[in-house]
């Protein structure tokens, strides 16, 4: 009974038309249809993923760059990560540019709440456990970097030689953990594109959570912002209004900018543009 209710009130009060729907998922089944479109049109699992990977992409090869880094922060069970490697792997074929994954986790679920900015009324220690050797079993590719972000993070690049960063997945639940992973960006330049494309997953939710920025990962954002004076981690405003398919994890994406970056004013526009009297 519980299930029939469900799938009436999505007919009825689904935001998209059921022929959008129905067209997205035309676009879905149709993968020979060129990852742009169906990017275009969300018709992807995850496209806030592929949306962060194919403008990084697009952005290391206007600066000549062939290879990026991928970061997942909070992998658990994995679907994100295997997830990225599928976004990963088209985007590699049509743009013609290669890509390294990395996956943080502790593997042994959430560690234990520091206090009220980690909203311990809705996460809790343990929660999210990782099957370590399924997983392992399913990737292609990426590489599981286990343990607390506090410390890996910190030896990340003397540890994988990373390609420079292009765009990170961030679902650590936490305040305490989303600010420790934030080290991830003191290492030199070389080690980054000038803007890093971000997905924040813990940043909106119901009235039970009261997600604000007082607290999670918007305090972390804040404090991140707060703390730095040349690079800044800001939401690309009006994303929805260019997409052709709105969606709530338009407000989920963020850049990292880092003004200081030798490449941060490189030009990547249309040249010749005009705008000619009529
Ligand atoms: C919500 S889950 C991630 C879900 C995953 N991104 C997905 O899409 O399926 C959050 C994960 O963050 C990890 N995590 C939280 N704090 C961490 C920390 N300080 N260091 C490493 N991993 C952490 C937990 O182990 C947990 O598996």
């Not at 730095?228 to 009006?238: D, F, M, P, T, Y």
Request: hydrophobic fraction near 40%; charge should be neutral; proline fraction near 4%.
């Amino acid at each position: 009974m519980k299930n029939i209710i469900q799938l009436l009130s999505r007919i009825a009060f689904y935001p998209l038309p059921l022929r959008v729907h129905f067209f997205k998922t035309l676009l879905k089944i149709n993968k020979w249809l060129p990852y742009s479109t169906r990017l275009e049109f969300d018709a992807l699992v995850r496209p806030n993923y592929g949306f962060c990977i194919y403008n990084a992409a697009q952005l290391a090869k206007s600066l000549g760059l062939k290879r990026i880094s991928i970061i997942e922060f909070g992998v658990a069970g994995g679907n994100g990560l295997v997830n990225l490697e599928q976004h990963a792997e088209e985007i590699s074929k049509a743009l013609d540019i290669e890509f390294e994954i990395y996956g943080f986790d502790m593997g042994s679920g959430l560690p234990n709440p520091m206090g009220f900015r980690d909203m311990p009324y809705m996460w809790a220690e343990g929660f999210y456990k990782m099957d370590l050797n399924l997983l392992k079993s399913r990737l292609k590719f990426s590489k599981l970097i286990i343990g607390n972000v506090k410390k890996t993070c910190t030896t990340f690049f003397e540890d994988y030689t990373p390609a420079p960063i292009g765009c990170a997945m961030f679902d650590l639940d936490y305040y305490s953990s989303t600010i420790d992973s934030f080290n991830i960006f003191n290492a030199d330049e070389t080690n980054y594109l000038p803007r890093i494309y971000c997905y924040f997953d813990d940043i909106a939710g119901s009235a039970l959570r009261a997600m604000n920025n007082h607290v999670g990962v918007l305090r972390a954002i804040e404090e991140f912002n707060e703390t730095n004076s040349s690079k800044k981690i800001a939401r690309i405003e009006g994303l929805s209004t260019s997409r052709k398919i709105k969606s709530t994890w338009n407000n989920h994406i963020y850049v990292v900018h880092d003004f200081e970056h030798a490449e941060y004013e490189t030009f990547i526009g249309n040249s010749h543009q005009s705008l000619d009297l009529i």
